[in-house]
């Protein structure tokens, strides 16, 4: 890639790298590391969203949370504490001067420079930490959140928990995403749902997974093979705010056609509405009312412009956080 002039991208101009900011252009690495060859990586995806106390980011800690249980399911030993994590993103947003943006912490298995190792073992492989962040519009298109995705259930299996587990964000398990969603591109489609390894209802490629039926929520349970996401928290605790039941249970894939509303949830996707699946049109064709009721509360809580669910703290305000500006 030609080197950017990152100011014209809306892409945050200072990438964090163990406990300093570099510049876009520097925060590269080498073709032998580990994770290219082998995919030991985890991440996480954060959306800052603009309110009128300034930038703030969305249910922070849940996310660096989540970070750090990833990479202790793959054995990684991380220097970093979440309020570390917590206040290095406040700074690479600080930094950036935007408004909104989506911000990308990763954590990977290296490369020993001075004594490289090249094989599957990752222990002797050091652990680097990178937070980038950029403004990125709507995920699944600028119409889509308004009048829903034509989606297709996949013939590609999800990956079950006792092979690649799905409540671990790694970078290894968008492999299987990525086959979801290629096919569902090259089929004209612009998603699609997998199934898990018993056939019932698991995900999007990178979003969780909705089910309106007689003015009642459901959704696939945490046991299943789904990312604990946490827009779906979200979603949940908001529909019981509202007074909307909501069933955590298995959902088979015919349920999904005589639904009235389906919907994905995800930090990039928000929430978006599905008007078919497979060319069967879902409802009347185009956004339900509960889906409808759920993002207007939804974006207001991010925007701040109403309290979350039980007064719980979601939103980081960046402008009134101290964070570090000093190494870590
Ligand atoms: N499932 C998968 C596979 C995902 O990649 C994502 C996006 N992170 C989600 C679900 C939604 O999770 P969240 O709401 O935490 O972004």
């Known amino acids: 890639m030609a080197k950017n002039d990152v100011s014209t991208l809306r892409i945050a101009p200072k ?67 979440c309020e570390d994590l917590c206040q ?15 911000i990308r912490p990763i954590m990977f298995r290296g490369l020993d420079e001075e004594k490289p190792t090249f094989g599957v073992n990752p222990f002797p492989n050091p652990i680097q930490c990178f937070i980038a962040a950029w403004d990125w519009g709507k995920y699944l298109g600028d119409e889509a959140v308004e009048n829903g995705v034509d989606v297709c259930i996949s013939s590609w299996t999800r990956i ?8 671990a964000k790694a970078a290894a398990n968008y492999m299987n995403s990525q086959l979801i969603k290629m096919e569902a591109i090259v089929n004209g489609f612009a998603e699609g749902i997998a199934l898990d390894e018993r056939g019932y209802v698991s995900e999007g490629s990178g979003e969780n997974l909705f089910v309106v039926k007689d003015g009642e929520i459901y959704t696939p349970p945490l046991g299943s093979s789904i990312l604990p996401g ?42 978006t509405p599905i008007r078919s699946i497979d060319r069967i049109k879902i409802g009347l064709g185009k956004r339900g009312e509960i889906t409808k009721k759920l993002q207007e509360v939804f974006f207001e809580i991010v925007h701040g412009k109403r309290p979350a669910p039980n007064n719980e703290k979601w939103l980081t305000y960046v402008n009134e956080t101290h964070a570090q500006t000093a190494n870590l």
């Not at 999904?256 to 919907?263: C, G, N, R, S, W």
């Open 160 to 167: 079950t928990s006792n092979s690649l587990p799905a409540m």
């Open 230 to 271: 946490i827009t779906r928290d979200s979603v949940i605790k908001i529909a019981k705010e509202l007074g909307i039941t909501v069933h955590e249970t298995s959902i088979q894939r015919a349920a999904l056609y005589v639904a009235d509303e389906v919907f994905f949830t995800g930090t990039a996707a928000e929430i």
């Open 15 to 81: 990438i964090w790298r163990d406990g300093e900011l570099i510049d876009w252009n520097d925060a590269r690495i080498h073709v032998m590391t580990h994770a290219l060859h082998y995919g030991s990586s985890v991440f996480e995806g954060i959306r800052c969203y603009p309110t009128k106390r300034g930038p703030a980011i969305f249910r922070l800690r849940e996310h660096i949370q989540r970070l750090l249980n990833s990479a202790k399911i793959y054995r990684m030993e991380v220097n970093y504490t």
């Open 88 to 102: 290095a993103s406040v700074q690479v947003v600080k930094e950036s001067g935007l408004e909104q943006c989506y």
